[in-house]
């Protein structure tokens, strides 16, 4: 890992007020869109942010929000919904000058054989188009793990889209919840499409955003596959707390190579 390819999660309504405390520290934010409605932001005034964030070498990642997003849906509502929240999302990461932008899948908690070839045949008509707007911006669109067992649904999505722009993000949280298999079959089965991962612990339970060393997820095996991989990921730690983030920025120091 190095400096560059490490982020931190920031939520978009407070971007501005932890400006400062990120210039300071030459952290880059993943600018969260959970909290607040996308029409609620202020687009320009992030862009601003950005603009004096790049100004110092510092870039962003972009979280898209996901509640009521399912590309995969054969509902209209639920798929205009989907396709506004891409296009603005996209709109977003033009401002801030996003080399990632995060989209959860939207499937639900132990999708069937059935449910999952219609959202995968239904995510090969959604993305296209905006494929090429990432392309238009330099930045990449990527998938989360949530609920799923193995990444098998992910991979015959990405290969079956075939685009530099589309990849697989891997939360390690997740998997440490609803992951079926071993921690390494699953980097090395993704790792020709992983390009940004989130990095939180937990206990193997719920969805904690603890501090990274606080709980049960094998952060030991991460970190050692990350060494001999190569692999072009970003990372961000994903802790909504600040006192949590500065635990797991000193957990990934004798980590990162500057």
């Not at 685009?163 to 440490?176: A, L, R, T, Y």
């Not at 499409?193 to 719920?206: I, K, Q, T, V, W």
């Amino acid at each position: 890992m190095t400096p560059a390819s490490i982020f931190v999660h920031t939520p978009a309504h407070l971007l501005p007020a932890r400006l400062p405390f990120l210039l300071n520290r030459k952290l880059q934010p993943e600018v969260a869109c959970q909290e607040v409605l996308l029409e609620k932001l202020d687009f320009e005034l992030l862009g601003d942010c950005a603009d004096k964030l790049y100004e110092q070498g510092l870039r962003t990642t972009l979280h898209a929000p996901f509640s009521g997003f399912n590309p995969g849906s054969n509902k209209k509502k639920i798929r205009n919904v989907s396709l506004q929240t891409a296009a603005e999302s996209l709109q977003l990461a033009k401002k801030l000058r996003a080399r990632r932008v995060v989209f959860h899948p939207g499937l639900a908690y132990g999708s069937d054989g059935k449910q999952l070839d219609l959202w995968l045949k239904n995510n090969l008509a959604f993305w296209p188009e905006f494929l090429e707007q990432a392309a238009a911006i330099d930045c990449t669109i990527c998938i989360e793990n949530i609920f799923e067992t193995t990444p098998d649904i992910f991979i015959n999505m990405l290969q079956e889209i075939n685009s530099p722009h589309m990849g697989h993000v891997f939360d390690i949280g997740h998997w440490n919840i609803f992951g079926t298999g071993k921690l390494l079959d699953w980097l090395n089965a993704t790792a020709p499409y992983l390009r940004h991962m989130h990095l939180h612990d937990n206990y193997g339970e719920r969805d904690e955003h603890l501090a990274i060393g606080s709980g049960y997820v094998p952060f030991s095996t991460l970190f050692a596959w990350l060494q001999t991989a190569n692999s072009p990921a970003t990372i961000t730690i994903e802790n909504p707390r600040l006192p949590e983030l500065e635990v797991s920025l000193q957990a990934i120091q004798r980590y990162i190579i500057d």
